[in-house]
T-cell receptor
Framework: NAGVTQTPKFQVLKTGQSMTLQCAQD?????MSWYRQDPGMGLRLIHY???????DQGEVPNGYNVSRSTTEDFPLRLLSAAPSQTSVYFC????????????FGPGTRLTVL | GQSLEQPSEVTAVEGAIVQINCTYQ??????LSWYQQHDGGAPTFLSY????GLEETGRFSSFLSRSDSYGYLLLQELQMKDSASYFC?????????FGAGTTVTVRA
């Protein structure tokens, strides 16, 4: 099992550009989520999904879109990048029977100039 | 909304015991989780308390008191590799809300 994979690992964007951060998991987990982590802060939930075709907003959804067409994939789209979106982005997945355990991907380090 | 408080930093020597407290205020509560994150790495799951009491996993233990909206993570027999950030997280349905993290520094 590869677990949770994310691409790219690093990305530099210019203000106004758009891009998609990829996330995939091979554990057949129902729940997937995206977080951002800024220095000195915990992880903040951007969007989440409880199954294919179902998504919902988290704490900081503005400027981001998601879709969940399959159980495995949960891409995060930045519509028009802004310097405030410079952060480390983590994707995570879990099963509904997993209690409070989520499996995290390695992260994408995004810089917006 | 969710609000979690935990100390920002803790320093201890190898072999010591460290307790990281976490207090929370939440609109919904299913349980309290703990995660470890080394510099530059991804968070990894340590433990989960859905019910009051103590959960033990090797050198790490976690405790929850739902009536006090309080929990802690106990790190025993500290090792250098335990130097990391530790986050408590409240589970509300399937969503997790994280605290700001506690940086644990282990000295020789």
């Amino acid at each position: 099992n590869a677990g949770v994979t994310q691409t790219p690992k690093f990305q530099v964007l210019k203000t106004g550009q758009s891009m998609t951060l990829q996330c995939a998991q091979d554990m057949n987990h129902e729940y997937m989520s995206w977080y951002r982590q800024d220095p000195g802060m915990g992880l903040r939930l951007i969007h989440y999904s409880v199954g294919a075709g179902i998504t919902d907003q988290g704490e900081v959804p503005n400027g981001y879109n998601v879709s969940r067409s399959t159980t495995e994939d949960f891409p995060l789209r930045l519509l028009s990048a802004a310097p405030s979106q410079t952060s480390v982005y983590f994707c995570a997945s879990s099963s509904f029977s997993g209690g409070g355990s989520q499996f995290f991907g390695p992260g994408t380090r995004l810089t917006v100039l | 909304g969710q609000s979690l408080e935990q100390p920002s930093e803790v320093t201890a020597v190898e072999g010591a015991i460290v307790q990281i407290n976490c207090t929370y205020q939440t609109s919904g509560f299913y349980g309290l989780s703990w995660y470890q994150q080394h510099d530059g790495g991804a968070p990894t799951f340590l433990s989960y308390n859905g019910l009051d009491g103590l959960e033990e996993t090797g050198r790490f233990s976690s405790f929850l008191s739902r009536s006090d909206s309080y929990g802690y993570l106990l790190l025993q027999e500290l090792q250098m590799k335990d130097s990391a950030s530790y986050f408590c997280a409240v589970r509300d349905d399937y969503k997790l809300s994280f605290g700001a993290g506690t940086t644990v520094t282990v000295r020789a």
